[in-house]
């Protein structure tokens, strides 16, 4: 089984403010997902990858396999950026799911 | 596309009853995967299935049937629910591409199911 843990568990943040999350896994894998579960509930992919750097709009993931560490930045935070962040390993056919960031951005 | 559909959204069920939650993808997509999310968990993988025909495991399966008799559908069922069974289940799915599993995945809405 791979081990998921992200940090911080809890985020609060001032509007404009640059936030990182951060996630680590314990064995090798084939890619490293970000996901974003909204205040609803519904679950949308962020990014998959399996080296180096992504960037869609405003979030930028990286990830670093030597140290099986990857982190979600989000620059000029904003309102609409407020929900549950989570990082998931994927080998083979088997994915293992971190229990998530909650992160509040305040006007 | 209405991407991947999950009936119902919510479901009260009484312990030992069965029933079983619905997941439908118009994507054509290969791979389709039930989840449970719980409160400090994260999400867990019930079982999945790489294709028509083919099922196998996940973390947590005990509890839960799947079959996969087309390329859209993917129904999860309770054979005889228990109270460790309440949980929000989703479903997902994705592309496996010639190399495996290597596609963003698709999630469904979620049903919340609550067993008395």
């Known amino acids: 089984k791979n081990e998921v843990e992200q940090s911080p568990q809890n985020l609060t943040a001032q509007e404009g403010e640059f936030i990182t999350i951060n996630c680590s896994y314990s064995v090798g894998i084939s890619a490293l997902h970000w996901l974003q579960q909204h205040p609803g509930g519904g679950i949308v992919s962020l990014f998959m990858?399996?080296?180096g750097k992504k960037k869609h709009g405003r979030l930028i993931a990286t990830i670093n396999i030597q140290e099986k560490h990857s982190s979600l930045h989000i620059t000029a935070s904003h309102p609409r950026d407020s929900a549950v962040y989570i990082c998931a390993s994927h080998t083979g056919n088997q994915f293992y799911f971190g229990t998530g960031t909650s992160l509040t951005v305040i006007p | 596309n209405a991407g991947v559909t999950q009936t119902p959204k919510f479901q009260v069920l009484k312990t030992g009853q069965s029933m079983t939650l619905q997941c439908a993808q118009d994507m054509n997509h290969e791979y389709m995967s039930w989840y449970r999310q719980d409160p400090g968990m994260g999400l867990r993988l019930i079982h999945y299935?790489?294709?028509?025909?083919?099922?196998d495991q996940g973390e947590v399966p005990n509890g839960y049937n799947v079959s996969r008799s087309t390329t859209e559908d993917f129904p999860l069922r309770l054979l005889s629910a228990a109270p460790s069974q309440t949980s929000v289940y989703f479903c997902?799915?994705?592309?496996?591409?010639?190399?495996?599993?290597?596609?963003?995945?698709?999630f469904g809405p979620g049903t919340r199911l609550t067993v008395t």
């Open positions: 990858l399996s080296s």
């Open positions: 997902a799915s994705s592309y496996s591409g010639k190399t495996g599993l290597s596609y963003e995945q698709y």
């Open positions: 299935s790489v294709g028509a025909g083919i099922t």
